[in-house]
């Protein structure tokens, strides 16, 4: 019990230390710095069968086996350094961030490149999983995506991400773990809400749905337009930018609010927020957004939509994050525009 | 940390089956299967090479019932072959066999692994058993395809089988220069123990009895028995007697050793020994391994070397058979010849045997060849005097129509008899047998010697290659006033045996090598005669410098270039070569990484601008290549602003239109 309980101590210890070397950084170039080597399994085996041979030399008096001696330990020592600058100037850097609803798998994004060398068997690894073997090809950026797995709603970061590589010969393992910028947001899942709430307690009924063509004016084009609302077909034809403008001139403001689900728990008024959210957005109708602790003023188009969505993925501090992963709400307020 | 080692821990059980390199594991499954023909019995190579070709042709393997079985039956055969004999061989040729069996079951990237390291090794012991350029020429294949598996497993699919083998035989060329300095430097230690490295291997050369026709065998193989090289004087081709057992008991037919005085076998260990510098002249000989203990020296020699052990009758043997390759140094003093008393013969030293032995030097059959007993008889009582009575015999054979042949006729029970007064046709070892016979009939302690006489000289590399056709029997006898001397009787049928070779003695005959074509085909196209000659130049230097190369040669060249032998100067140099390795890959390193990669119209460029500073023309660093031209455009002569401009033009061109750097 005591040596299970000091383990486990001196792995929080080490995880903590771990954890607080390093800088959290969206790109990374692979180096002397932040490169770890060290002898795998099968490189302590191959010195193993090294030795044996050596005994062999010395009790038969051979110098030929002297020489495969040599001749594989020289190799053993080169390929410690080969080992190495496999992976350096390899760059990580995060990809775009990934948006799901809780309904579906999410996956962080990252990129690695290598603008001078191909690179070899590289593993990458989160603690959710482990890449099979990918080569890279020198200049060619490689995408790749650790998944996060389904996840309830929230904000998240990846803590760690290891590259790993036993090129050439599996002997020698170097390794890196990276703290990427890498973000994963996970929206509230999708729930229609009720027929009778449909409405709810906005400043407007109902004017969601695009008006047929014919009852429509087209006017010109003016800066704040929504682009969904773009007469694209004559645009096609004529070059000119006109809109398709409905009844109302100036469209009318939808306030979607917390309270107009009176009597709902807070995760299901959030389904329905976020399927509201997505429905006024592909209207292409002005809408502001009203929870507790946060209002966002009406506005329109896909980056509304999103911080509106980002929203409420972030209300309140749900679940317990994994290690790896975690939540952070102060952080995601700073960079509402992602 | 401690989960993503959990998880490099599983990483070595992931299955295999994406792994694309099964050719290359199948192709070092059958070289090593060549490089263990002649070390691992026939049947073993035989049903593995089967096996693996199974594999290749069946990808899928064997079921599992056939899996178990074709395991169960090779181990079962292997130890029913070999019972509880504990050798290198034996152990080499096991781990060959599991490691033959374990591809019938790769699954993960683990047994792949296990699988290439045991055939490492087993390339390492093989280079126990054979030691030839060719033979290491195969080990260097086998590491090599070793290797690409090891190299495969970590690219994975992205493997490109020619740039990855040839990245990988260039990195083996670029250690080879440590690997040298390694090799010569790294302090050599005796051996801490050995097993015996072959059970019962069949043993090449003379053997240690002879009956007629026995040597005539041998005359049918060109096969090397060893080289000699000399330090001083060469001798003559016909003081060439290389002396390798005595044979000192006769049965009527028969001559073979009496009890050898040396009992122990697999008794030392496997030590090449060291050889001591002589003064005066010596000689070295290069014996193949023939798998017996006993070892050829020219008569009157004196060891120079520290591993080989002195008889009785001035012969030498090693402590344990010669299973490798071995080397030997011996002083020799030239024995002196007889003279007119007795033309041919020559007084031999330290031949003698311990007194009690005495007795077997006069050993005859109790009964059998009455005729020759009873002219020996006859010829004693009128010749008391020893010496006449040996030049009455050989006299006998070299006036009356003996002759010399490789193709003998058959003779029966009485064969000295019917050889001396019947056939008169006989090799060596019926002139040597019989005239021993007729010695001993007669009351002259005398022996049978088996070994070699002569020698092809090579002239390139001033050695002797004694071949296994120069395998020659010839007498020793005590005689009285005399001692010791030698006495061959083939020299006074054929003296052209002696004189020049086996091949001039029989040339009428034109026996020579009759019933090995290859031989035979080697001897008279010149061509072939000349590369199998330079083939031997070069193993011989191999074997010289390489194979034996041993504490004494490391001695002697760590004494040459450093002054004096010391351990801490052999530190200095191996921590010196460290140092310098790690420093020129380091310095490699960030050669590599400041370095911008160039494409071909810019290193062209570059090029152009190396040359043109040659005429006086630098561009300052800052300078656009438009702008140089520019200057260049003034004050140069045409042509090379012509090409300066061209240039120019095509660095931009490509560059800003393809932008594919």
Not at chain 1, 314 to 337: C, M, N, Q, T
Request: aromatic share 12%.
């Amino acid at each position: 019990m005591v040596g299970n309980n000091l383990r486990e101590s001196l792995s929080n210890r080490l995880s903590r230390f771990l954890a607080s070397r390093g800088a959290r950084a969206s790109q990374f170039t692979l180096g002397q710095h932040n490169v770890y080597i060290f002898p795998t399994k099968a490189g302590f085996a191959f010195l193993a069968v090294l030795i044996l041979m050596l005994v062999t030399a010395i009790n038969y008096q051979s110098s030929l086996i002297y020489l495969v001696v040599f001749l594989l330990g020289v190799l053993f020592f080169i390929s410690i350094w080969l080992c190495f600058l496999n992976l350096q100037g390899l760059e990580v850097s995060a990809g775009p961030v990934s948006k799901n609803y809780a309904s579906q798998d999410g996956a962080f994004n990252l990129v690695l490149r290598h603008s001078q060398r191909n690179v070899y068997g590289l593993y990458y690894a989160s603690m959710l999983g482990r890449s099979d073997t990918c080569s890279l090809k020198a200049g060619e950026s490689l995408s790749v995506s650790s998944p996060v797995g389904r996840r309830a709603r929230g904000v998240y970061y990846l803590e760690k991400f290891a590259i790993e590589s036993a090129y050439p010969f599996g002997w020698i393992r170097a390794w890196t773990w990276l703290k990427v910028d890498a973000q994963a947001v996970v929206y509230p899942s999708i729930e229609e809400p009720p027929e009778s709430l449909e409405g709810l307690g906005g400043d407007q009924s109902a004017s969601s749905g695009v008006k047929s063509l014919d009852r429509d004016t087209l006017r010109s084009f003016q800066v704040g337009d929504v682009l969904g609302h773009v007469h694209w077909k004559k645009f096609a034809s004529s070059e000119q930018l006109v809109v398709k403008d409905s009844a109302q001139v100036t469209p009318s403001v939808d306030w979607l609010r917390w309270d107009s689900f009176e009597g709902y728990a807070s995760e299901m008024r959030l389904s329905f927020l976020c399927a509201e959210v997505l429905k006024r957005s592909e209207a292409g109708s002005i809408f502001g957004l009203d929870i507790p602790g946060r209002t966002i003023s009406p506005s329109t188009g896909s980056k509304h939509r999103d911080s509106c969505l980002l929203e409420l993925a972030k209300y309140g501090a749900v679940g317990a994050a994994p290690s790896l992963i975690y939540f952070d709400a102060s952080r995601v307020g700073a960079e509402e525009s992602v | 940390m401690i989960d993503l080692h959990a998880q490099v821990a599983s990483k070595s059980k992931a299955p295999i089956e994406s792994f694309s390199g099964w050719p290359t594991i199948y192709v070092l499954g059958l070289a090593q299967a060549l490089s263990m023909w002649g070390i691992a019995p026939v049947w073993l190579v035989i049903c593995l090479v089967l096996i693996v070709v199974a594999l290749w042709l069946r990808p899928g393997g064997f079921p599992a019932p056939l899996r178990f079985l074709v395991t169960l039956a090779m181990v079962a055969w292997f130890f029913l072959y070999y019972r509880l004999n504990f050798t290198v061989e034996v152990a080499g040729s096991f781990l060959w066999l599991s490691a033959t069996l374990k591809l019938l079951e790769l699954k993960t990237r683990k047994d792949l692994t296990v699988f290439v390291y045991v055939m490492l090794y087993v390339a390492a012991v093989s280079l126990l058993f054979y030691q030839s350029i060719a033979h290491v020429a195969l080990q260097c294949v086998v590491i090599l395809l070793a290797l690409s598996i090891l190299l495969r497993l970590q690219v994975g699919p992205s493997y490109r089988p020619v740039a990855h083998f040839g990245s990988l035989a260039r990195l083996l060329v670029f250690s080879i220069p440590v690997v040298v300095v390694l090799f010569a430097f790294f302090p050599r230690i005796s051996p801490l123990w050995s097993m015996p490295i072959k059970s019962g291997a069949a043993s090449t050369g003379i053997s240690d009895s002879m009956s007629p026709g026995d040597i005539a065998d041998l005359a049918n193989s060109d096969e090397r028995a060893f080289r000699a090289s000399f330090v001083g004087e060469r001798p003559t081709r016909s003081e060439l007697y290389w002396r390798g057992l005595v044979l000192d008991e006769f049965d009527g037919r028969r001559w073979s050793r009496g009890a050898p005085n040396k009992g122990f076998r697999y008794g030392g260990k496997y030590d090449i020994g060291s050889l001591v510098d002589s003064e005066g002249d010596y000689y070295q000989v290069m014996l193949e391994a023939h798998n017996r203990d006993w070892l050829f020296t020219l008569e009157g020699s004196r060891s120079l070397s520290s591993h080989i052990e002195m008889a009785d009758m001035g012969l030498y043997e090693l402590p344990v058979e010669a299973l490798q390759a071995t080397r030997y140094r011996m002083a020799r003093d030239r024995p002196e010849p007889v003279g007119l008393q007795l033309p041919g013969a020559y007084k031999l030293d330290n031949v003698s045997r311990s007194k009690s032995y005495r007795g077997r030097d006069l050993q005859t059959p109790a009964g059998g060849n009455p005729r020759t007993r009873a002219y020996m008889r006859d010829l004693r009582q009128t010749m008391p005097n020893d010496v006449d009575l040996v030049s009455a015999v050989l006299k006998k054979f070299r006036v009356e129509d003996f002759s010399y042949t490789l193709k003998p006729p058959f003779l029966g029970k009485h064969f000295v008899d019917e050889f001396i007064f019947d056939s008169k046709q006989g090799f060596c070892s019926h002139y040597a047998g019989s005239m021993a016979f007729m010695l001993r009939a007669a009351g002259i302690p005398a022996r049978v010697v088996v070994g070699y006489q002569g020698g092809e000289y090579v002239s390139d590399g001033d050695y002797y290659i004694v071949r296994q056709y120069d395998a020659h029997g010839w007498v020793e006898a005590n005689l009285k006033g005399l001692g010791w001397v030698r006495i061959d009787p083939t020299a006074s049928v054929a003296p052209s045996r002696v004189e020049q070779n086996l091949q001039e003695a029989v040339s009428e005959e034109g026996t020579f090598l009759q019933d090995n074509v290859f031989a035979s085909l080697r001897h008279e196209v010149a061509f072939l005669a000349w590369v199998s000659l330079k083939t031997d130049q070069l193993n011989y230097q191999w074997q010289k410098y390489v194979v034996n190369y041993g504490q004494d040669e490391q001695y002697g060249l760590i004494k040459k270039l450093l002054g004096e032998y010391s351990l801490a100067r052999v530190a200095i140099v191996l921590g010196g070569l460290f140092g310098v390795v790690s420093l020129l890959i380091v310095g490699w390193m960030f050669w590599r990484i400041e370095r911008p990669e160039l494409n071909v119209r810019q290193k062209r460029y570059l090029r152009w601008l190396s040359i043109l500073r040659w005429f006086g023309y630098s561009r300052p660093v800052g300078e656009t290549p438009r702008a140089f031209l520019a200057r260049m455009n003034g004050n140069a002569h045409p042509w090379l602003v012509a090409q300066t401009d061209s240039r120019t033009r095509e660095l931009e061109q490509r560059d800003y239109q393809n932008g594919d750097q």
